[in-house]
């Protein structure tokens, strides 16, 4: 049975940081990608990282560029996503996929392409 356990979410004001985690069980995932969405918005890729890659290939959207970091503990196969300087416009649902295939670069990594999704945890930022 897959399973992604997420968690970390909480309530941070503008400026805080938080880190979510997602565990991947059941499943021999090769990409990991970190979504997010908002009321009324539509899903957003936010990173995502290969699991078996040598040099820990990660990409991360131009809007959380320099300030979100995705990475991996090869032990466990867990995926973080370290989250720094939070704005109000980072608030959303943020959500864990896996995927087999290599969906982390070029036009790829969109939601519709990963086939195992977490239950999600809600990310509050107030200003």
């Known amino acids: 049975q897959v399973q992604l356990v997420e968690s970390g979410g909480g309530s941070v004001q503008t400026g805080g940081s938080l880190r979510l985690s997602c565990a991947p069980s059941?499943?021999?995932?090769?990409?990991v990608g970190w979504f997010r969405q908002a009321p009324g918005k539509e899903r957003e890729g936010v990173a995502c990282?290969?699991?078996?890659?040598?040099?820990?290939?990660?990409f991360s959207a131009d809007s959380v560029k320099g300030r979100f970091a995705v990475s991996q503990d090869r032990a466990t196969n867990a995926v973080y996503l370290q989250m720094n300087n939070l704005k109000p416009e980072d608030t959303a649902t943020y959500y864990c996929?896996?995927?087999?295939?290599?969906?982390?670069?070029?036009?790829?990594?969109?939601?519709?392409?990963?086939?195992?999704w977490g239950q999600g945890t809600q990310v509050t930022v107030s200003s």
């Open positions: 990282i290969y699991l078996l890659s040598d040099d820990d290939y990660t």
């Open positions: 996929a896996a995927s087999g295939d290599y969906l982390c670069s070029g036009g790829y990594f969109e939601a519709g392409r990963f086939a195992y």
């Open positions: 059941g499943f021999s995932a090769t990409s």
